[in-house]
């Protein structure tokens, strides 16, 4: 019997059917030949057969990985060693498991960090064999189009929509364990946040100084107490630490750039990320976008070669305060900082969806003056893909890698959180941000005043002569 091999050299791999099935058939035809700790040989272009893996670790590789090149007859999985082992005829029959939704999500998580033409792989770890698993694993036994995978994603968005606590979905995961003993399923909120951290919807918690001097990231990730002022790192009790180390405050903050590579790595949103070169307003006099803005124009003309890719980004940063507990009476704020992806069309980059997430800066206190110490993280990634950029594979033109770079055009903020990000003081006798030193202001009844407004009117308009206000004319 002829063995068909040319799923081996598909490279869009998640969107094929063909290579699913056949990778399946390809399992099926090697179970017989495990050693007696269930291992055999592993093809996939990492591997070359020089290591050995159980079978579910071999449907991963070969899966991530890609099936090495070369091997064409597959005498370590079952295949005679004589024969035409080049011929192709008619495909294996069926699929084996019937395709899960969830399989495109994680070719797409996937085909951020794989490069399918590199022999040896370029996959680091193995951090998605638990997602395969999953993902290969029934619900419960005789469903298999529903995945144990699909199922909890499907759970965890249900929880966000309704606002759940994790106390309530504990208690739904015990209950479903109750009526249905062999469901396949995590057994707390804990372990389902762990499985989704792997598909890239984790973030990173960096301890901040109790007085916000510094962040304890990277140089200061190992000390105990603050490099600015020498206060702990840890709550204490009577002067001493407690025996669990509880940080005095803490800082989410979510990768920027794993988010914008997979943008690029979906069919379904690669092709909108260079709607801004071919969807400007044809009238010079309407603004639809910020396409059409002189802004965007004056960048690409300082910046000829990072408006020469399309691809690159341009993003917008917007920031501002809000209290979690809805309660006016408690004071409390929280502190968001949102970006935007503006090589979007119009109608998606503003939707709740496609905003991203990158820092939350934790009370009690707004960071004020201090909002540079919590910005590090992102201001630091923001200039490594300015400067450097992130290999990224475009999945609309053959999975081709280009170097992608972004840029972060302007904010959009209120005056009072402009303050903050900018770091000049939008209050006193210098408030203003475009005059700066030279803001005309002056003291009245205990307020600050400002004035110089009448220079706007025209030039014969009879206010610019009146000295009624500080007599002087403008």
């Not at 700790?37 to 996939?44: H, N, W």
């Not at 105990?224 to 803490?250: A, Y």
């Not at 201090?370 to 450097?388: A, G, Q, S, T």
């Not at 009844?445 to 308009?461: E, S, V």
Request: hydrophobic share 35%; glycine share 8%.
């Amino acid at each position: 019997m002829t063995i068909d091999k040319s799923w081996t050299t598909i490279r869009r791999r998640g969107s094929s059917n063909e290579f699913w099935n056949g990778l399946q058939h390809f399992l099926q035809m090697a179970k017989p030949f495990v050693n007696d700790r269930g291992f055999i040989k592993c093809p996939c272009r990492r591997c070359l057969n020089n290591a050995s893996h159980q079978l579910e670790e071999l449907e991963s590789h070969i899966f991530r990985n890609g099936f090495m090149f070369g091997y064409n007859q597959w005498i370590h999985h079952g295949e005679p060693a004589t024969g035409n082992a080049g011929t192709t005829v008619a495909g294996p029959s069926g699929g084996i498991h019937e395709r899960d939704e969830m399989f495109d999500v994680l070719d797409d998580i996937i085909s951020e960090d794989v490069d399918d033409d590199a022999v040896g792989g370029s996959s680091s770890n193995d951090q998605y064999d638990d997602l395969f698993a999953a993902l290969r694993s029934e619900l419960y036994h005789g469903v298999s189009s529903f995945s144990s995978l699909n199922f909890l994603v499907k759970l965890m968005h249900l929880k966000v929509l309704n606002k759940w606590t994790n106390k309530s979905f504990d208690e739904l995961l015990k209950l479903l364990k109750l009526a249905f003993p062999k469901i396949d399923l995590v057994e707390s909120h804990y372990e389902a946040k762990k499985l989704m951290t792997k598909m890239g919807l984790g973030y990173s918690s960096i301890h901040v100084c109790k007085n916000d001097c510094a962040l304890f990231w990277k140089e200061n990730s190992l000390k105990d107490t603050c490099p600015v002022c020498s206060e702990s790192r840890w709550k204490l009790q009577s002067g001493k630490r407690s025996g669990k180390n509880e940080p005095h405050k803490v800082l989410r903050y979510f990768p920027v750039g794993p988010r914008l590579k997979r943008l690029f790595a979906t069919s379904k949103t690669v092709k909108l990320m260079w709607w801004h070169s071919t969807g400007k307003s044809k009238d010079n006099d309407v603004m639809r976008h910020p396409v059409d803005g002189k802004s965007w124009q004056e960048f690409d003309k300082r910046h000829p070669q990072f408006a020469g890719d399309v691809r690159n980004v341009r993003l917008g940063l917007a920031a501002d305060g809000f209290n979690p507990f809805g309660n006016m009476s408690l004071s409390y704020s929280m502190w968001p900082v949102v970006l935007t992806t503006y090589n979007l069309p119009p109608w998606i980059c503003m939707k709740a969806e496609y905003l991203m997430l990158s820092l939350w800066i934790p009370g009690p206190q707004s960071p004020g003056k201090d909002m540079d110490v919590f910005l590090r993280p992102l201001i630091d990634e923001l200039k490594e893909l300015w400067v450097h950029g992130l290999d990224t594979r475009d999945a609309a033109s053959e999975n081709s890698v280009f170097r992608m770079r972004a840029a972060l055009l302007w904010t959009v903020n209120d005056f009072p959180a402009r303050s903050s990000l900018s770091g000049w003081s939008g209050q006193g006798y210098r408030a203003c941000p475009t005059c700066n030193e030279d803001t005309p202001s002056m003291r009245v009844i205990g307020k600050t005043a400002y004035f110089g407004h009448r220079r706007f009117l025209p030039t014969n308009h009879h206010w610019r002569s009146n000295l009624q206000f500080d007599g002087r004319t403008e």
